[in-house]
């Protein structure tokens, strides 16, 4: 089994700062991409930011110069570093990954539970 486990969420005031992590566990041979998503009420899941193994990362133009991602390869775990945050940032934030759990075999995506960010204006 492989589970993703978020945290770090919480309550902050506008232009405040906050910092999630997701650390991937279980039999886990590699992962490729790595990335968080977040979902507000009555919207879309939507993509934040995505971190490649190599390092590329690719964000949202809504998060760009604000948030940061960044991972941990030996220990599985990707970071969102969330700075000057606003009010529209409310949502419940998801991590996502792409794991191979079997050499030589496919990789599959896996979802974590979420976790809240409210931002208070």
């Known amino acids: 089994q492989v589970q993703l486990v978020e945290s770090g969420g919480g309550l902050v005031q506008a232009g405040g700062s906050l910092r999630l992590s997701c650390a991937a566990s279980?039999?886990?041979?590699?992962?490729?991409?790595m990335g968080w998503y977040r979902q507000a009420p009555g919207k879309e899941r939507e993509l934040v930011a995505r971190i490649i193994s190599g390092g590329n990362t690719n964000y949202a133009d809504f998060v760009k110069g604000r948030f940061t991602i960044s991972r941990d390869n030996a220990k599985n775990t990707v970071f969102l570093q969330m700075n000057s945050l606003e009010p529209e940032d409310t949502a419940v934030y998801y991590c996502?990954?792409?794991?191979?759990?079997?050499?030589?075999?496919?990789?599959?995506?896996?979802w974590g539970q979420g976790t809240q960010v409210t931002v208070s204006a």
């Open positions: 279980g039999k886990i041979i590699s992962i490729s991409e």
């Open positions: 996502r990954a792409d794991i191979q759990r079997v050499s030589w075999g496919p990789t599959y995506n896996y």
